[in-house]
């Protein structure tokens, strides 16, 4: 086989070496951009995680808000009941700080 500069041999030759070399450098940029896809794919495969665990969060505190509006209006009910209690017994403290005989006086209501 003659591989003499200029020769049909050589040009192959040339011709072989050339395509594994722009082969190899194909390859070599593939691999680089798949990697690259893979790395953007944990990415957002990550933050889409972190997406889901926030939306479960949400909907858990979501399904309790009928509940938090029961308990507001059970707190209004105990503020109201603990306000005319502290009215009594400010009517009560005033009458025993005024009444020298509450004893007596209360017995004979």
Sequence with gaps: MDTA???AAHALMVVWWSSL????VVSVVVAALLWLIQRSAKTIDG??????DTGQRVANNTVHIPAL???SE??????AVALRIDAGAAAIESHAKGCPGCPQCMLGH
Excluded: E, F, H, N
Excluded at 47 to 52: E, N, Y
């Design 21 to 24: 070399a722009l082969g190899l």
């Design 69 to 71: 509006v029961k308990t």
């Design 47 to 52: 933050r889409v995680s972190r997406l889901w």
């Design 5 to 7: 500069p200029g020769s």
């Design 74 to 79: 059970v707190a209004g009910q105990i503020l």
